[in-house]
């Protein structure tokens, strides 16, 4: 009886510690949720004055009927294999 006694304080004692680890771990997770929401909400809001400023849709319209086109990584590669410098010292 003694021995079924202190089985049930032990899980007694292991719920109330887990659930106080559950709780601070919730309040951290909250916190930090709600961190990510203001970071979120801030950077749509500087996203949009930048876009205000720069008014890079029609830069884009302005380039490609210049006729300027768009880089592809394929056109990153070339450039990177002509300006790199080579490994071989002369």
Wanted: charged share 30%; hydrophobic share 40%; net charge positive.
């Amino acid at each position: 009886m003694l021995k079924l006694f202190l089985l049930i304080l032990l899980l007694i004692i292991f719920n109330i510690l887990f659930s106080l680890y559950s709780l601070r771990q919730w309040k951290e997770y909250t916190e930090m949720y709600f961190l990510y929401t203001k970071l979120m909400r801030d950077n749509s809001a500087l996203l949009k004055k930048v876009e205000e400023r720069l008014n890079y849709e029609e830069l884009i319209r302005y380039a490609r009927k210049k006729g300027f086109k768009d880089i592809t990584p394929e056109d990153i590669k070339g450039f990177l294999e002509i300006y790199q410098p080579s490994g071989k010292s002369e």
